[in-house]
């Protein structure tokens, strides 16, 4: 198995999205986009069996791809879904940028003493959009994403609990009717600001009473 590439009922889920997905052209603000590195992207983890993992973490949506991240126009939907999880893997495991640092540490406090790998086996990190945006969008939230994706990819998780990083990632979940717990963004600005460390303490409090 790649590295962060989940069990195969989430692979096969994720795949419909490289189709591409036929929401791109209808869905706002989505590209698809291979050559510039804009495909749906961002997830990765659950490496076991579904009923393993114990935390969801759901974010916003894909920030711009990283420098040098390209796919091949012609790559099949497997193809996609190893490639933009192990450059996810790649990122969250060394810790590319603050966003990718404040999620590791996050993890490694729910699950101490644990290799990142093997935290895998118990987290999914997702999208409340996978799609990819030429810009990063602000305020703007569209849950056609959610809808088709984020619902589906939590029922395949029963015994998980899932956390939404942000504003527009509590938007998408509240809009498809998921439960969940809250905390500021992982990303900044939100990470920045003085509440959000003590909202990470709190939810890391909650997510480990349920393990």
Not at 34 to 40: A, D, L
Request: with cysteine.
């Amino acid at each position: 198995m790649k590295a962060g590439v989940p069990f195969d009922e989430m692979a096969r889920l994720l795949h419909k999205a490289y189709a591409p997905c036929a929401n791109f052209g209808t869905c706002k603000e989505a590209v698809w986009d291979p050559s510039r590195g804009h495909v749906p992207r961002g997830a990765c983890g659950a490496t076991g069996r579904g009923e393993d993992v114990k935390v969801v973490m759901v974010f916003a949506e894909p920030g711009n791809p990283q420098t040098g991240e390209r796919y091949p126009e012609d790559a099949s939907a497997d193809q996609f879904l190893l490639r933009t999880t192990q450059t996810a893997y790649d990122c969250f495991s060394g810790g590319r940028d603050q966003f990718h640092r404040n999620a590791r540490w996050f993890i490694s406090q729910v699950f101490p003493g644990l290799a990142f790998a093997e935290t895998l086996k118990q987290v999914w990190l997702t999208e409340g959009r996978l799609c990819s945006f030429t810009e990063e969008t602000g305020g703007r939230t569209d849950s056609t994403c959610a809808r088709q994706f984020l619902v589906r990819q939590i029922s395949l998780l029963p015994n998980a609990t899932v956390v939404a990083f942000g504003g527009k990632a509590k938007k998408y979940l509240s809009a498809s009717r998921i439960p969940h717990i809250g905390a500021h963004a992982l990303a900044p600005p939100g990470c920045n600001f003085k509440a959000a460390r003590p909202s990470w303490d709190a939810v890391i409090e909650q997510v480990r009473a349920c393990l």
